[in-house]
Antibody, heavy 117, light 104 residues
Framework: EVQLVESGGGLVKPGGSLRLSCVAS????????MNWVRQAPGKGLEWVSS????????YYADSVKGRFTISRDNAKNSLSLQMDSLRAEDTAVYYC??????????WGQGALVTVSP | EIVLTQSPGTLSLSPGERATLSCRAS???????LAWYQQKPGQAPRLLIY???SRATAIPDRFSGSGSETDFTLTISRLEPEDFAVYYC?????FGLGTKVEIK
């Protein structure tokens, strides 16, 4: 059974930092591009960042470029998102998801990040 | 940048009725890379359809997808109570804003 389990969410003040983690099991992690997708309260889905299998290629949405850093450790089947200079508009549930055939095949349960004074 | 426009924003239907959801791309896209997701409150999205018309694993056959180039459709042939949810289309890293299917 495929499982993606996020952790690290919480409440942080504007300008602060937070690091999200996602641990994968049930599939060959090292063979899949991995992504972070977020969803602000009551809103739709927004892709945040993507990292290819060997970390060779990394992409960010314009809204987070220069503030967020995605990374992965294939030996530990883990994906991370370092979020710096957080803003109120970054408040969202953050999902990790793999990508195969151009689609987001499997999703974690999500980690809530709240940016508020 | 490709924009995906979903319509209607909300669809009010009764169980047993047919639901037709539209996703329109701002420019022609390969149907190989058009997907649909279902999301229920408090849950992560779930992949329903990939490649515009292929059902994902364990998705009931009342869900079907069709379309090409700029116009794509998700059809739910007969709505079951568990089908009332929000549906998103996706291409590459872009999502539509979603269609909410609610009970009439």
């Amino acid at each position: 059974e495929v499982q993606l389990v996020e952790s690290g969410g919480g409440l942080v003040k504007p300008g602060g930092s937070l690091r999200l983690s996602c641990v994968a099991s049930g599939f060959t992690f090292s063979s899949h591009s991995m992504n972070w997708v977020r969803q602000a309260p009551g809103k739709g889905l927004e892709w945040v960042s993507s990292i290819t299998t060997s970390s060779r290629y990394i992409y960010y949405a314009d809204s987070v470029k220069g503030r967020f850093t995605i990374s992965r450790d294939n030996a530990k089947n883990s994906l991370s998102l370092q979020m710096d200079s957080l803003r109120a508009e970054d408040t969202a549930v953050y999902y990790c998801a793999n990508m195969a055939r151009g689609v987001f095949d499997f999703w974690g349960q999500g980690a809530l990040v709240t940016v508020s004074p | 940048e490709i924009v995906l426009t979903q319509s209607p924003g909300t669809l009010s239907l009764s169980p047993g009725e047919r639901a037709t959801l539209s996703c329109r791309a701002s420019q022609s896209i390969s149907s190989n890379y058009l997907a649909w997701y279902q999301q229920k409150p408090g849950q992560a999205p779930r992949l329903l359809i990939y490649g515009a018309s292929s059902r994902a694993t364990a998705i009931p056959d009342r869900f079907s997808g069709s379309g090409s180039e700029t116009d794509f459709t998700l059809t739910i042939s007969r709505l079951e109570p568990e089908d009332f949810a929000v549906y998103y289309c996706q291409h590459s890293w872009t999502f539509g804003l979603g269609t909410k299917v609610e009970i009439k």
